[in-house]
């Protein structure tokens, strides 16, 4: 199949913003970053691989989805980053709230909240705890290939070897042993893995109810899983299943509001109901950016 899909002059939408900002992990950047505006990516998504490429265009970006078909588009990718959703109103939102983050929404404009699958979601943020984000993504591929799916040879294309399986589905890792999950080098987290798994294989939580439940219980429910605590629970709320409302605070988030907003040590609690207040239903999209005011100005890192 050498079918490509495009899309022209997409706006509010730029594939290093969407995937560089902390919320999804299984991928790769491809392109030789000589051509300024131009990104090449490599996307794995639950069954599926993409390259995705994209280019300047006259009134936005131009992204070309290699080896897709329409309907692999309409079906999956068009969903997966929420091209449908009107950022613009999201950005205006966030702005009324506090201006002094026009910088940095005009600098990163293209932020999008993926659409992601929520088990992975879960999973990949059990994995994060105390590491960054290169740490993150190789687990999350280490674990990949040792106990998911690996691509078939005709989707493989250019990946690399160390880039080569679907993230485990639930049942993969149900019958997984210990010892294989821990050759992923996911530490001390791998009890927390096999409980996240097992609370969701046999039904004990469930995608539907969380659905069903408000924020504030989704998140009790999820953080009955053990090693879950309030930023991961957060993390699997936004990022897979959607809840913008939340705002996931980590020792980099808390130092980022701390120097905006507070000025002083301030309970993440504090700061999470605060940023909540302040940003409502936005707020999720708010983290990210916010998340990017301190990359920029080297705010969280010590």
Not at 233 to 243: D, I, S, T, V, W
Request: glycine content about 6%; some cysteine.
């Amino acid at each position: 199949m050498n079918k490509n899909f495009v899309l022209e002059n997409v706006k509010d939408f730029h594939l290093y913003d969407v995937l560089e900002c902390g919320q999804c992990f299984h991928f790769q950047r491809t392109d030789t970053g000589l051509n300024p505006g131009e990104y090449e990516y490599d996307i794995v998504f639950r069954d599926r691989v993409l390259h995705i490429k994209e280019e300047p265009d006259t009134a936005g970006v131009r992204l070309i989805f290699e080896n897709t078909e329409d309907w692999e588009y309409q079906t999956i990718w068009r969903e997966y980053f929420d091209l449908d959703r009107d950022y613009s109103s999201i950005k205006a939102k966030i702005l009324e709230a506090d201006p002094r983050l026009e910088e940095i929404i005009t600098e990163h404009n293209g932020i999008r909240i993926l659409n992601q699958d929520f088990f992975e979601t879960l999973i990949s943020f059990i994995i994060s705890q105390n590491k960054q984000i290169p740490q993150i993504k190789q687990v999350v591929a280490n674990l990949s290939s040792e106990i998911g799916t690996k691509f078939d040879v005709t989707m493989i294309n250019r990946f690399s070897s160390e880039f080569d399986a679907f993230f485990p589905t639930v049942e993969q890792l149900h019958n997984a042993t210990e010892e294989e999950i821990r050759a992923s080098k996911c530490g001390f987290r791998a009890p927390y893995i096999i409980d996240a798994t097992e609370k969701i294989y046999s039904g004990e939580i469930t995608e539907d109810e969380l659905l069903r439940l408000d924020t504030k219980d989704s998140r009790q429910l999820l953080m009955t899983i053990h090693g879950v605590g309030e930023k991961v629970a957060n993390c699997a709320l936004l990022f897979g299943l959607g809840r913008t409302d939340v705002f996931p605070v980590d020792v980099w988030m808390k130092r980022i509001c701390e120097h905006l907003y507070f000025g002083i040590d301030t309970p993440k609690s504090e700061i999470e109901a605060f940023a909540m207040d302040k940003f409502g239903d936005v707020a999720g999209y708010a983290q990210q950016y916010l998340f990017m005011y301190g990359l920029k100005h080297k705010i969280g890192a010590k």
